[in-house]
């Protein structure tokens, strides 16, 4: 089984791998994420390509996932708040209206290198300045792009989405595992999971 390592400290991309029973190491490539300038889909594609190879780099051999999730709305990106009053801005501005959310995602083994995103179209419902207030204060917001998390207290914002799901968790899961097989690593196939694991 060839060594994959998570080219991301986020828990939710750590989760959904695991949640399909690959094994993997996490290493952070410290990458600052700049979208100043660019293409919201280039951008997370970039990004994302920049963070497989700096940790590639260090791990010569090993497959590396890099990837990178923006929120766009009317053309601008929706970063991480850097405050509260940022946050509630940021849901007011996604209130009863359409945005979407693009992962970009690499792989890469020092030889070859696969590079894709995902769009996923989320609709949130109308919000009241209460419940914005209220959801700020919780934290969650506080280190998610668009200051929200569909996978926790943000799901009872969203009245529907469109496209994949794990994508806006963080990271197109069957995107992901497809663009693994490319580099010899399988899922349904057992090969990501070890003997002593399988039925």
Not at 35 to 51: D, E, I, N
């Amino acid at each position: 089984m060839r060594h994959l390592i998570l080219a991301s400290a986020s828990p939710r991309r750590r989760r959904l791998l695991a949640q399909v029973g690959l094994e993997f190491e996490v290493e952070p490539s410290a990458i600052k994420e700049d979208f100043t300038g660019h293409v919201p889909a280039l951008a997370a594609r970039s990004l994302a390509k920049a963070k497989a190879k700096a940790v590639q780099a260090r791990r010569p051999g090993a497959v590396v996932i890099g990837a990178d999730t923006v929120v766009v709305k009317d053309g601008v990106v929706l970063g991480k708040p850097r405050d509260h009053a940022e946050a509630e801005s940021m849901l007011r501005r996604l209130s009863g209206s359409a945005h979407q959310v693009i992962t970009g995602v690499a792989v890469m083994d020092g030889q070859a290198e696969y590079v894709d995103h995902e769009v996923t179209t989320v609709w949130f419902r109308e919000l009241d300045e209460e419940e914005i207030r209220e959801y700020v204060a919780s934290g969650e917001p506080m280190d998610k792009a668009g200051a929200y998390a569909i996978q926790g207290l943000g799901a009872v914002l969203v009245a529907r989405i469109e496209g994949d799901y794990y994508n806006v968790v963080g990271l197109p899961l069957t995107k992901t595992v497809l663009a693994l097989r490319r580099f010899g690593i399988e899922v349904l196939g057992g090969g990501a999971i070890p003997p002593e694991k399988r039925n």
